[in-house]
Nanobody, 119 residues
Framework: QVQLVESGGGLVQAGRSLRLSCTGSRTISNINLLAWYRQAPGKQRELVAVISRSGSTNYADAVKGRFTISRPNGKNTVDLQMNSLKPEDTAVYYC?????????????WGQGTQVTVSS
């Protein structure tokens, strides 16, 4: 497993943007599935976006057109650009990495970063 550390969370007004970044303790560029999850208070953790090693992406319906996941060239990170933020985007955001499956307890998880969107 790889240790993952998220950064970039914070408090922002609705309509503004934030960029989350997740760094690995070792190279993550060769890991097939890199993803962002989030968990709001009282709700289950949900998949926000995933990017494969080939660069294909998938997004939750709630964030399509507003969020962009990327694996920037030359950087050992997976980033999540969040635009037009809404109060319902408030949650703890987690980075995830695994070669074979999403959301597995056997995958690598970051410790989470809080994103709070005020109305």
């Amino acid at each position: 497993q790889v240790q993952l550390v998220e950064s970039g969370g914070g408090l922002v007004q609705a309509g503004r943007s934030l960029r989350l970044s997740c760094t690995g303790s070792r190279t993550i560029s060769n890991i097939n599935l890199l993803a962002w999850y989030r968990q709001a208070p009282g709700k289950q953790r949900e998949l926000v976006a995933v990017i494969s090693r080939s660069g294909s992406t998938n997004y939750a319906d709630a964030v399509k057109g507003r969020f962009t996941i990327s694996r920037p060239n030359g950087k050992n990170t997976v980033d999540l650009q969040m635009n037009s933020l809404k109060p319902e985007d408030t949650a703890v955001y987690y980075c995830y990495a695994d070669n074979f499956r999403l959301g597995s307890d056997f995958g690598s998880w970051g410790q989470g970063t809080q994103v709070t969107v005020s109305s």
